[in-house]
């Protein structure tokens, strides 16, 4: 390993993931259609070159977020600080427009999850909205299960809405180009696993 040829002490090591998995919590399977936090909640396990001092943080990061960590760590300005600022406001949130489902697999009903959903955290307090107008609230404190969402006035969930539809209209989907992958990218992309076999999408 890295430590046994010395290199441990100059290297940055990060162990993470993109996403969690659910296998049956909340009737999903899979992670493409929910934002319940065994989707979402996910380890990051950092240590920098030097062996400077750990420490343990709760605070909710973004993938970016990880992209920008190496950039800073290697004294890279990152592309999104550069030209648009720190792009922490946004950790918050998460955002997925994905769909599709396994055949056979037991869930919810198809026609249900065709929306765009938004997470925010204030604290242990968690939202979770939809595109179809569901507002779900969870204290993750009492309910790390996220079993039983908590009770909304009529103008909580409307707020909830608009907050959510605010950022949906600011940060909307990325325009498909059309345009074809090149072999090296989709054989990159079958070597992670992310294409069909011999490179095909």
Known sequence: GIEDRGLLEGT???????????????????????LYEEMIHVPLLVQLPGGRRSAVSDVPLDGIEVHDLVLETLGVT????????????????????????EKG?????????????????????????????????????SDPGETTPLE??????TAALERARAWWDAHPPA????????AQTLDRLHDLGYAGDEGEQ
């Open 12 to 34: 940055l090591v990060i162990i993470t993931s993109d996403h969690g998995e659910a296998f049956g919590e909340h009737e999903f399977w899979s992670h493409d259609w929910a």
């Open 78 to 101: 990152s592309v999104e600080e550069a030209s648009d600022g720190p792009r922490r406001p946004n950790a918050e949130w998460f955002h997925t427009d994905g769909l599709g489902r």
């Open 105 to 141: 697999v037991p869930g919810p009903p198809l026609e249900t999850l065709a929306r765009d959903l938004a997470v925010w955290f204030e604290g242990s307090r968690k939202w979770i909205v939809s595109s179809r107008g569901e507002v779900a609230l969870y204290d993750l404190s």
């Open 152 to 157: 909304l006035t009529d103008a909580e969930r």
């Open 175 to 182: 325009a498909r180009t059309g345009e074809a992958l090149d």
